[in-house]
């Protein structure tokens, strides 16, 4: 029994046998008792039937969920997970299973496969199991179905992450596409050029640079965060850099070329992604069990209204996409300008004729500045600066601006349908 303990502990600890031989010496001079890693192997079903064991009798008279998702991989890895509050309102979380099968399994094996877990295999009973969590994946999905006729208490409940993430990926920029292979692949990805990315590590310090992930749709949202806040001519002096060290040759090409030709564009796109930060910051929230559920059913209806705003194109929803617009608008005659009255609400106002005038940014100064018209006819001088800030400024034209809201209306088409 001292080498099965110790063996036990090894396997929680993740060591593999192959690795345990390593150990023996060590071990047995401290006085713990161990074998060889191949007669290690006969203690794994009497060690897995002791921690069944305990682990029913902690389910015992429990009101659980369980949590199910595979892998995508030939020979699928199926995963189940189960959580339940204690007696003293704690969330408890125990692994219930981990099953490899040759091959994948479609919606009605899987449903048995889980149905046979439950009941039979870990003895919880039917009235018990009150949710069932999933990603939105079909086949996940339509197993769940056949699950509720099953266990009749329980209730289907969506990840929200997994649909956050899912939001992200159709936020269609043409731009950033074009943009993300050649930066992946040269700077930002899983193997990049080791002296281009260095370069940019030292390019945005102190702000540290992300990693990036094929299944996490915010970690390229992160790495475009770090790009926009560096600043286009950041990126510009990066880019050029590439070119005098020469790092890269065909995604070199690639970026230059973005940079020179869609360098608008891309600064827009960017600017977009900055106004989505909430979904990422969303999705970091809603992760585990850090929210409780009132708090995660705000912050998805925060999303949802932010959504509404976005497809109704209402001012200053996307506020860094609006002062990219007005960065690059034309400033003359007949633009539309708004400001905001004390105890009158907004108002609606035309550029008339550039004038010069004394500043009031620059006191002594003689400045240039549009006259202004009201609906109401009342007028005022407004320098350059003012009206692209956005305080009291020109108001760009929507139709700039409809590909970006279009792109980013997926938040709420995706969410609506999904929370229904």
Same mark, same amino acid.
């Given at each position: 029994?001292?080498?099965? /303990?110790?063996?036990?502990?090894?396997?929680?600890?993740?060591?593999?046998?192959?690795?345990?031989?390593?150990?023996?010496?060590?071990?047995?001079?401290?006085?713990?008792?161990?074998?060889?890693?191949? +007669?290690?192997k006969v203690f794994i079903p009497r060690i897995e039937e002791t921690e069944v064991k305990r682990l029913k009798?902690?389910?015992?008279?429990?009101?659980?969920?369980?949590?199910?998702?595979? &892998?995508?991989?030939?020979?699928?890895?199926?995963?189940?997970?189960?959580?339940?509050?204690?007696?003293?309102?704690?969330?408890?979380?125990?692994?219930?299973?981990? &099953?490899?099968?040759?091959? +994948?399994?479609?919606?009605?094996?899987?449903?048995?496969?889980?149905?046979?877990?439950?009941?039979?295999?870990? %003895?919880?009973?039917?009235?018990?199991?009150?949710?069932?969590?999933?990603?939105?994946?079909?086949?996940?999905?339509?197993?769940?179905?056949?699950?509720?006729?099953? #266990?009749?208490?329980?209730?289907?409940?969506?990840?929200?992450?997994?649909?956050?993430?899912?939001? %992200?990926?159709?936020?269609?920029?043409?731009?950033?596409?074009?943009?993300?292979?050649?930066?992946?692949?040269?700077? $930002? %990805?899983?193997?990049? +050029?080791?002296?281009?990315?260095?370069?940019?590590?030292?390019?945005?310090?102190?702000?540290?640079?992300?990693?990036?992930?094929?299944?996490?749709?915010?970690?390229?949202?992160?790495?475009?965060?770090?790009?926009?806040?560096?600043?286009?001519?950041?990126?510009?002096?990066?880019?050029?850099?590439?070119?005098?060290?020469?790092? $890269?040759?065909?995604?070199?090409?690639?970026? &230059?070329?973005?940079?020179?030709?869609?360098?608008?564009?891309?600064?827009?796109?960017?600017?977009?992604?900055?106004?989505?930060?909430?979904?990422?910051?969303?999705?970091?929230?809603?992760?585990?069990? /850090?929210?409780?559920?009132?708090?995660?059913?705000?912050?998805?209806?925060?999303?949802?209204?932010?959504?509404?705003?976005?497809?109704?194109?209402?001012?200053?929803?996307?506020?860094?996409?609006?002062?990219?617009?007005?960065? #690059?608008?034309?400033?003359?005659?007949?633009?539309?300008?708004?400001?905001?009255?004390?105890?009158? $609400?907004?108002?609606? %106002?035309?550029?008339?004729?550039?004038?010069?005038?004394?500043?009031?940014?620059?006191?002594?100064?003689?400045?240039?500045?549009?006259?202004?018209?009201?609906?109401?006819?009342?007028?005022?001088?407004?320098?350059?600066?003012?009206?692209?800030?956005?305080?009291?400024?020109?108001?760009?034209?929507?139709?700039?601006?409809?590909?970006?809201?279009?792109?980013?209306?997926?938040?709420?088409?995706?969410?609506?349908?999904?929370?229904?």
């Open positions: 029994m001292p080498t099965a /303990r110790t063996h036990a502990q090894l396997l929680a600890s993740g060591t593999p046998l192959s690795v345990c031989d390593k150990f023996r010496p060590l071990l047995q001079r401290a006085g713990f008792a161990l074998t060889d890693s191949s +007669h290690l009798k902690e389910l015992d008279g429990q009101y659980i969920s369980i949590s199910f998702d595979g &892998t995508t991989r030939l020979g699928e890895a199926i995963c189940c997970t189960t959580r339940w509050c204690s007696a003293t309102f704690e969330l408890e979380k125990r692994l219930l299973d981990v &099953t490899t099968v040759e091959k +994948h399994v479609d919606h009605k094996g899987l449903a048995t496969h889980l149905a046979d877990l439950v009941q039979r295999r870990r %003895g919880i009973a039917a009235s018990k199991m009150i949710g069932i969590t999933r990603d939105s994946a079909s086949t996940n999905g339509a197993a769940c179905g056949r699950l509720l006729g099953i #266990f009749s208490n329980a209730v289907d409940l969506l990840c929200c992450c997994h649909t956050l993430n899912n939001m %992200g990926e159709r936020i269609d920029l043409p731009t950033l596409r074009e943009f993300r292979t050649p930066w992946l692949e040269l700077v $930002g %990805g899983r193997n990049p +050029h080791a002296g281009a990315k260095i370069l940019w590590k030292s390019a945005v310090a102190p702000a540290s640079v992300p990693g990036f992930s094929n299944v996490r749709w915010h970690s390229w949202a992160e790495i475009t965060f770090v790009i926009a806040e560096a600043g286009m001519p950041c990126l510009g002096d990066f880019i050029r850099k590439l070119n005098e060290y020469e790092y $890269g040759s065909a995604t070199r090409a690639q970026l &230059t070329n973005i940079y020179n030709t869609k360098s608008d564009r891309l600064r827009l796109e960017l600017a977009a992604m900055c106004d989505m930060r909430i979904l990422v910051r969303t999705t970091y929230e809603l992760e585990g069990d /850090r929210l409780e559920i009132l708090l995660a059913y705000d912050r998805i209806q925060v999303l949802r209204s932010m959504g509404e705003s976005i497809k109704s194109m209402a001012d200053g929803v996307l506020p860094n996409v609006d002062a990219c617009l007005r960065y #690059f608008m034309e400033l003359k005659r007949g633009v539309k300008i708004r400001k905001y009255f004390a105890d009158h $609400g907004v108002c609606d %106002g035309f550029l008339e004729t550039k004038e010069r005038v004394d500043s009031t940014l620059y006191p002594g100064q003689e400045r240039d500045a549009w006259l202004v018209t009201y609906e109401d006819g009342h007028q005022e001088h407004f320098e350059e600066e003012e009206l692209r800030s956005g305080k009291d400024g020109a108001t760009p034209a929507q139709g700039d601006g409809k590909p970006l809201y279009r792109a980013t209306t997926v938040v709420t088409t995706l969410l609506h349908w999904r929370m229904l």
